[in-house]
């Protein structure tokens, strides 16, 4: 079973920036198209930023051009680089598979991005 762990949440303030990380277990995180997801209070999880397993990515138009993910292969790890955060980026962001059967979800990880 791959487990997701996710990490580098926290509190910031509008205009900041954070650098979330998503730990895989399992190889087949290398051949699967990752995506970060989110899910603030109220609303339903929605796919922010995704990246293929080639590395061709693809944004919501609410984050492009502030985030960027990425991803290393070889440490089974993807990432999402958020600059100029704003209030509404606030949520417990998840990392998953973008097609096919879903892993286990994480437990996440809680940005807060308030003054």
């Known amino acids: 079973q791959v487990q997701l762990v996710e990490s580098g949440g926290g509190l910031v303030q509008p205009g900041g920036s954070l650098r979330l990380s998503c730990a895989a277990s399992?190889?087949?995180?290398?051949?699967?198209?990752m995506g970060w997801y989110r899910q603030a209070p109220g609303k339903q999880r929605e796919l922010v930023a995704s990246?293929?397993?080639?590395?061709?990515?693809n944004y919501v138009d609410s984050v492009k051009g502030r985030f960027t993910i990425s991803r290393d292969n070889a440490k089974n790890t993807l990432y999402l680089q958020m600059n100029s955060l704003k209030p509404e980026d606030t949520a417990v962001y998840y990392c998953?598979?973008?097609?096919?059967?879903?892993?286990?979800w994480g437990q996440g990880t809680q940005v807060t991005v308030s003054s």
């Open positions: 990246i293929a397993s080639g590395g061709r990515t």
């Open positions: 399992g190889s087949i995180f290398s051949i699967s198209d």
């Open positions: 998953n598979k973008v097609f096919g059967v879903l892993l286990r």
